[in-house]
């Protein structure tokens, strides 16, 4: 059987080092803690079962969810390899309340924001999970790290990306430069280059939303939905409906196969339910360097000032004509709204 698996990540970003505008080598160094800190969860997540590491922790987050053992694992993993990487001055994550500033790394030059584990309420039954994570360099490293470090818009990532805990393990992100994927070869654990260069289809047969709450979506997005049902074979519809509840899982089968994902606001959550610097933010990211497009309904991802750490914004994203599909609804209706 050909094998594919010549290209490790390591070898990769040597190769590519001169895109990053990185000469000293401190992403790639970031890179290690991140794969290394992958390994590890991908580790507990494998034998989970086995082990008393399902189910809750007993604790709330500042968001008030409830966190899972795993959450709190993958939390403390994460920051753990990032503290220690060398480059990272500040690491955000959706589980912890506030920014944690690495001591002694006051003048380093990056901040990570990472969502630990994504999919949470998915651990328990054995569907795949990931890790989301972001990397932003820091305005002025001469200065003591601060919260100013932290709310940067995400058009100034710098590097962007998700491990999937699936039916196989990935490293998918990007740096700018189109997006790669990795897949894990549990034998010599190493991440090998399984999908070079991944460009999102510019339509797709794929809309992705929690669909139980569509009587308290807005207007615009119960009249797309509807439209998504609607016989129509030049435009393949109706469309198939696909969601798993992990924002990862949902993202990378659109990724590959081309489809629209949405978490629009609702009645509950007015600002949608995903948060921006942990999971709107390098999904954005890499939607568009795998040219297909993120939105919150009102300006695109990665223009949106954060003003908390914790912000949430609703989300549209994936295929670019898909997307373009849903703005015209919902920009359709702020015309009428704004004539009336
Ligand atoms: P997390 O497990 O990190 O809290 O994220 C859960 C998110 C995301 O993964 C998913 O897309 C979304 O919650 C699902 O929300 P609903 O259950 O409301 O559909
Ligand atoms: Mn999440
Ligand atoms: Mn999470």
Do not use: W
């Not at 094998?3 to 000469?23: H, M, N, P, R």
């Not at 939303?209 to 393949?236: H, I, M, R, W």
């Amino acid at each position: 059987m050909p094998y594919s698996g010549l290209i490790t990540l390591e070898q990769f970003i040597v190769d590519q080092q001169s895109l990053y505008k990185d000469a000293g080598g401190s992403l790639s160094k970031i890179f290690r803690s991140l794969e290394l800190a992958a390994k590890m969860v991908n580790r507990d997540v494998r034998k989970a079962g086995l082990v008393d590491i399902l189910g809750n922790q007993g604790s709330t987050n500042v968001q008030g969810e409830e966190q899972k053992k795993l959450d709190v694992i993958a939390n403390d993993i994460f920051i753990q390899a990032l503290s220690r990487s060398g480059e990272v001055s500040v690491v955000l994550s959706e589980e912890n309340d506030d920014a944690y500033f690495v001591p002694g790394a006051e003048n380093e030059k990056y901040v990570v924001a990472i969502d630990p584990l994504d999919g949470s309420s998915n651990i328990d039954v054995n569907a795949s999970i990931g890790t989301i994570f972001s990397i932003y360099r820091r305005p002025n490293p001469q200065r003591d790290a601060s919260t100013e470090d932290c709310l940067q818009k995400g058009k100034h990532q710098v590097a962007a990306g998700y491990f999937i805990y699936g039916s196989s393990t990935m490293l998918v992100y990007t740096t700018g430069v189109g997006v790669n994927g990795f897949t894990l070869d549990d034998n010599i654990q190493e991440f090998c280059l399984s999908h070079p260069n991944i460009e999102i289809p510019e339509d797709g047969k794929i809309y992705s939303v929690n669909e139980g709450n569509l009587a308290s979506f807005p207007e615009p997005y119960q009249q797309y939905l509807a439209y998504c049902k609607e016989k129509d074979k030049a435009t393949f519809r109706p469309y198939s409906a696909r969601y798993i509840g992990s924002l990862i899982a949902d993202f990378h089968r659109n990724l590959l196969k081309g489809g629209v994902f949405l978490y629009p606001p609702t009645q509950s959550a007015p600002k949608g339910k995903l948060r921006l610097m942990y999971e709107c933010n390098p999904m954005a990211f890499l939607v568009e360097q795998a040219g297909g497009a993120a939105h919150t309904g009102e300006e695109r991802i990665l223009q949106v000032a954060p003003s908390e750490l914790h912000q949430r914004v609703p989300v549209i994203m994936g295929s670019k004509n898909m997307v373009q599909k849903v703005l015209e609804f919902v920009e359709q209706s702020s015309l009428t709204t704004a004539n009336l």
